[in-house]
């Protein structure tokens, strides 16, 4: 899942939309239901303590992902591919890491299930 830091001033979803392009060049999308949250403490090395995670469903036709900001970037914030990835795929992944680390259980309640009306917390 792309994802990265608020510039000041900026709202989640002027964050989400901003990263979606920079990540993936997707735009013109919409914005679907804000459905998981995540927090997580760990030293960062731009001096952070953390991050919080605000996951929203968005659904698109499959394209191929292609960053606008280049991959030297990408590599600093650790990212070393993009990819599509089936649910039963994320739950038999053995090595990569995912966040949540659990990533199938709320991907498999969420289709099965729909969206929750309050975004549920997927833990670490």
Same mark, same amino acid.
């Given at each position: 899942?792309?994802g990265?830091?608020?510039?000041?001033?900026e709202?989640?979803?002027?964050? =989400? /939309?901003? #990263?979606?392009r920079e %990540? &993936?060049?997707?735009d013109?999308?919409e914005?679907?239901?804000?459905?998981w949250n995540r927090e997580?403490?760990?030293p960062?090395?731009?001096?952070?303590?953390?991050?919080?995670?605000?996951?929203h469903?968005?659904?698109?036709?499959r394209?191929?992902?292609e960053?606008?900001?280049?991959?030297?970037? =990408? /590599?600093d #914030?650790?990212?070393? %591919? &993009?990819?599509?990835?089936?649910?039963?795929?994320v739950?038999?992944?053995?090595s990569?890491?995912?966040?949540?680390r659990?990533?199938?259980?709320?991907?498999?309640d969420?289709?099965?299930?729909g969206?929750h009306?309050?975004?549920?917390?997927?833990?670490?």
């Amino acid at each position: 899942m792309p994802g990265g830091g608020l510039d000041d001033g900026e709202t989640p979803e002027a964050g =989400l /939309r901003r #990263e979606l392009r920079e %990540e &993936l060049a997707l735009d013109g999308f919409e914005l679907g239901s804000h459905v998981w949250n995540r927090e997580h403490a760990v030293p960062l090395p731009t001096g952070h303590d953390g991050q919080r995670d605000r996951v929203h469903l968005v659904r698109v036709d499959r394209f191929e992902p292609e960053p606008t900001i280049g991959w030297d970037r =990408l /590599r600093d #914030e650790h990212v070393h %591919e &993009l990819r599509w990835w089936s649910i039963p795929e994320v739950r038999a992944a053995t090595s990569v890491e995912f966040a949540p680390r659990a990533l199938g259980r709320p991907a498999d309640d969420l289709v099965d299930r729909g969206a929750h009306t309050v975004p549920i917390d997927t833990g670490a």
